[in-house]
């Protein structure tokens, strides 16, 4: 576990390395659902990285090679990039993941919202992307976060971006989302 803040300094300087660069890019993970109910404590914080002219991890690594607070890792084996803040002790770790693997493939204003000086996806692509995540490893840590925004945010979700079918078998299965989910059926006049 991090403390948000300490989290927040990373991105925010990682941001501005990407932003420098043009790379278009965006926050998520637990950090995001800590932000908004101001927790003081995060462990989990990735960022995805539109690719381009080149693969999004060598558009990372060029745009952190000059950088004295950040080291690159590459993982060839898993296929996974990790940038690590060096200012802050002990370091902060940050997974690099392509735009549309685990987020939107574009990063835009209808994708992104600004926090702070911390761009992260918006509720409604941050509820899709942990809803893969949790459809995929039923992790407890993705359940809360979606229960988390879906509760909280329901209202400002767009339902198209929502997948239908897994967010009804998560609301099944976990009860505190479901008077949420039902409540954005209702607004986009869904029958359930």
Known sequence: MHETVRLL????????LLRAAQIPHAFHGSVFTAVLSNAPL????FCIVEGG??????????ACSASEDFTVVLSPWSNRLHVSYQRLIPAIDIEILPAGEEGPRRLDRTTVMVVGRVPFLTISEFIRAKLKAWTIRG???DAQDIS??????WDRVDINRIP???MNDFAARHPSAAPAWIELKRKYHIRS
């Open 9 to 16: 300094e990373a991105a925010a300087a990682l941001s501005q």
């Open 42 to 45: 995060s462990d989990e914080i």
């Open 53 to 62: 002219p080149a693969h999004p991890f060598r558009r990372v690594r060029q």
């Open 139 to 141: 992790a407890e840590k």
């Open 148 to 153: 988390y925004a879906l509760s909280h945010y």
């Open 164 to 166: 239908e079918q897994e």
